[in-house]
T-cell receptor, first 111, second 115 residues
Framework: LAKTTQPISMDSYEGQEVNITCSHN???????ITWYQQFPSQGPRFIIQGYKTKVTNEVASLFIPADRKSSTLSLPRVSLSDTAVYYCLVGRSGGYNKLIFGAGTRLAVHP | NAGVTQTPKFRILKIGQSMTLQCTQD?????MYWYRQDPGMGLKLIYY???????DKGEVPNGYNVSRSTTEDFPLRLELAAPSQTSVYFC??????????????FGPGTRLTVL
């Protein structure tokens, strides 16, 4: 499984755009990139998934450069309710037992 | 459509006791997973299943057992509870959009304390 590296924490203010970058230098050809959001005392929630270029949904955008060695989750105009931990997962190369959530990025949105 | 449900929400066990954490999904997902999450840490995969009757170990299976007799249910069994098993346990159901394109849907979690 491709190892991922994300910032441990980030701070932002309401109304700003937040970009969280995940590095995955050894991503495999078949690997997709998936982001999850976790609020305190809740299970993670799927946000967005992509393979290359740009993916956008009602919650976020995911930017993936041509070499796919990194990806950026973009949250437009964050609010206090976006305060959460964000996890970047890359593929499941080799089987399901290699699905690993790292420590994630703890985003704090301030008034 | 309730998604993934877990019971109980909270439980306190004494060392050496056993219990079963229940997980049920109504999304007809073939794939199901059990994770544990220690305070301030990411999730670690305990066991997973790719369909009824098929289970396999994840990253941290020691001290746990699972069974998958139906598509809907995936219970997790702790036989001899130890303080190291104090954690929050999440069950998830999943779909696959192709190799490496899995999506998982998580339950609300069970907070277990072993004293």
């Amino acid at each position: 499984l491709a190892k991922t590296t994300q910032p441990i924490s980030m701070d932002s203010y309401e109304g700003q755009e937040v970009n969280i970058t995940c590095s995955h230098n050894n991503i495999a050809t078949n690997d997709y990139i998936t982001w999850y959001q976790q609020f305190p005392s809740q299970g993670p929630r799927f946000i967005i998934q992509g393979y290359k270029t740009k993916v956008t949904n009602e919650v976020a955008s995911l930017f993936i450069p041509a070499d796919r060695k990194s990806s950026t989750l973009s949250l437009p105009r964050v609010s206090l309710s976006d305060t959460a931990v964000y996890y970047c997962l890359v593929g499941r190369s080799g089987g399901y037992n290699k699905l690993i959530f790292g420590a994630g990025t703890r985003l704090a949105v301030h008034p | 459509n309730a998604g993934v449900t877990q019971t109980p929400k909270f439980r306190i066990l004494k060392i050496g006791q056993s219990m079963t954490l229940q997980c049920t999904q109504d999304m007809n997902h073939n794939y199901m997973y059990w994770y544990r999450q220690d305070p301030g840490m990411g999730l670690k995969l305990i066991y997973y299943s790719v369909g009824a009757g098929i289970t396999d170990k994840g990253e941290v299976p020691n001290g746990y057992n699972v069974s998958r007799s139906t598509t809907e249910d995936f219970p997790l069994r702790l036989e001899l509870a130890a303080p190291s098993q104090t954690s929050v346990y999440f069950c998830a159901g999943g779909t696959s959009g192709g190799p490496g394109a899995d999506t998982q849907y998580f339950g609300p979690g069970t907070r277990l304390t072993v004293l």
